[in-house]
């Protein structure tokens, strides 16, 4: 054996020899061990959040899509008739009904104009908040802050008292100013006015997140990048086009999303100022078409069913918006 080979062989560990308490422990093993340790610590963070949201969300969800497939109106409700399981026959006598699809139609389309009508408004005056001085844009900030700090019933009523045909300001406001087909003019009676109504509310108290959250990401964009477009002439649509919305992508995404499930879920302004849903129900949308099914009418099962249905068109809506997320490199 030569004198290097003995050399290394003094210098090799021997096999089954146990390391000493402080010998180096392999980095594989190490990191193996460490990694699977924490990859439980932000579930462990979660726990409490997931235990509350699993029993206010699921158990709830579970009975509303176990009620969906039961037979189960005022007559189980009061124990006069024993409940019965019907499968998908609610569904086929949802589906089956005309209204429903008369209402679902008017649902999305209403709440596509609220949604394009609130991003439209949000973003102007997010806009518009850049360019005024510290004093008008404090009173544009506490003005629109109070609107998102009413509650819906209350600004839904006092929005009824504003365009009352005998007492409202608003027509007395057109009647001045020449407009004299607005003597008396009910909002509500009309489908597509209350619509209009309804739309210029609820507008009015969702404008301010869209305002406030778009100003916060202006905020962010470095001021060189919207002073050089500026200097080389474009105009404040064109800023916004090329520049501003495309670094606020993200932004504008959630916002959006956000949007669409609070317009798609209008109940609250629909019932108070169309008086449930207008002459005739013709100002109904989703989810005052379920209250009516399930309270006015005791069908608990069709309003369920309907339940059902709002839920899985917005939980589609929010896998869209998880998949936009991720297309953008957010982390999720």
Request: with cysteine; aromatic share 12%; net charge positive.
């Amino acid at each position: 054996m030569s004198a290097g080979t003995a050399q290394h062989a003094r210098r090799a560990p021997a096999k089954g020899r146990r390391s000493r308490p402080g010998s180096t422990v392999p980095a594989g093993r190490r990191s193996g061990k460490g990694s699977r340790r924490g990859a439980w610590t932000p579930w462990l963070y979660l726990a409490p959040a997931l235990v509350v949201l699993g029993g206010l969300l699921v158990y709830p969800i579970y009975q509303l899509g176990l009620i969906s497939f039961l037979e189960y109106t005022q007559a189980q409700v009061s124990g006069g008739e024993p409940t019965t399981f019907q499968g998908f026959a609610n569904y086929a006598e949802l589906f089956g009904d005309s209204e429903f699809w008369n209402v679902a139609v008017a649902t999305l389309l209403f709440a596509a104009v609220c949604v394009v009508s609130t991003l439209a408004v949000g973003c102007a005056l997010a806009v518009l908040l850049t360019r005024v001085r510290a004093i008008p844009r404090l009173a544009l900030m506490l003005a629109a802050l109070g609107a998102w700090a009413t509650p819906a019933i209350t600004g839904s009523t006092v929005w009824v008292f504003l365009f009352d045909p005998d007492f409202g300001p608003v027509n007395k406001v057109l009647v001045w100013l020449g407009l004299s087909g607005f003597e008396n003019y009910s909002w509500t009676y009309d489908r597509y006015s209350a619509f209009a109504l309804v739309l210029f509310e609820v507008v009015w108290c969702s404008f301010p997140f869209v305002m406030v959250t778009v100003y916060a990401g202006i905020r962010a964009i470095p001021g060189e990048v919207l002073e050089a477009a500026a200097l080389d002439g474009a105009s404040t649509w064109r800023i916004w086009r090329t520049i501003m919305a495309p670094m606020l992508r993200p932004i504008l995404v959630v916002v959006t999303i956000q949007s669409i499930i609070w317009d798609f879920k209008v109940f609250t302004q629909i019932y108070v100022m169309t008086d449930g849903g207008g002459i005739a129900r013709q100002n109904m949308v989703l989810n005052v078409y379920a209250y009516q099914k399930a309270f006015a009418s005791s069908q608990y099962s069709l309003g369920s069913a309907i339940g059902v249905v709002m839920l899985l068109i917005l939980l589609a809506v929010t896998l869209v918006y998880l998949r936009l997320l991720r297309r953008q490199g957010e982390e999720l």
